[in-house]
């Protein structure tokens, strides 16, 4: 699929506390290894041929700095061109798979705002979604401010599920999410959603 008029979101300026706090003071869950890339960039290098703006430290910076997810998306979304908006997080390794069937869905629709992921327990995933630009900016310039609010302020319109994988909605929070990828790396199969 091609990315033109897509840009992709990635949110990437929590702190990693949890992470942190198994793996010891100062561990990046970012940076931390991954086959022969690290979380982060095993996302990144998976977006080859999309506009992809990064959200926090070395990248793009939201408003305030550590403002949350709805920040950080408010900031990307200024930065980055397109009319379809991709969000993702910046410690979900293999997100990347996910994007083409995401633009696919909100474009087959147009009278779609935006797209969110399910996993295959029926949950919605956020950082796993696509927007319409106009309809983003509407909800964002209708909250008093974005800094700390929930992602769900972005699903206020008319959206559409699509389903994901386990693989593709994996985040690296803590330590046990960094061995579960690692094992996902080595393996031969994906787990495709239904």
């Excluded at 100062?26 to 990064?54: C, F, I, Q």
């Excluded at 990248?59 to 009319?83: I, Y």
């Excluded at 389903?163 to 393996?187: F, I, K, N, T, Y």
Aim: aromatic share 2%; with cysteine.
């Amino acid at each position: 699929m091609s990315g033109d008029g897509v840009g992709v979101v990635v949110v990437a300026g929590g702190a990693g506390t949890r992470f942190a706090a198994r793996a010891g003071a100062g561990a990046d869950k970012l940076a931390a290894p991954l086959g022969s890339s690290t979380v982060r960039g095993t996302l990144l290098e998976g977006l080859d041929g999309w506009h992809v703006v990064v959200v926090g430290p070395g990248g793009v910076r939201e408003d305030p700095p550590g403002g949350g997810p709805l920040a950080g998306f408010a900031a990307g979304l200024a930065a980055v061109r397109g009319e379809v908006v991709v969000l993702l997080g910046g410690d979900q390794p293999f997100a990347a798979s996910a994007v083409p069937r995401l633009v696919a869905a909100l474009r087959a629709d147009p009278a779609l705002d935006a797209v969110v992921g399910v996993d295959p327990g029926g949950r919605r995933q956020p950082l796993l979604s696509a927007h319409r630009r106009a309809a983003a900016v509407r909800v964002l310039d209708g909250l008093p401010a974005v800094a700390g609010l929930p992602l769900r302020e972005l699903f206020r319109g008319h959206v559409a599920e699509v389903p994901v994988s386990a693989r593709e909605c994996l985040d690296v929070d803590v330590p046990a999410d960094l061995d579960r990828a690692r094992d996902l790396l080595g393996g031969a199969g994906t787990d495709r959603p239904t």
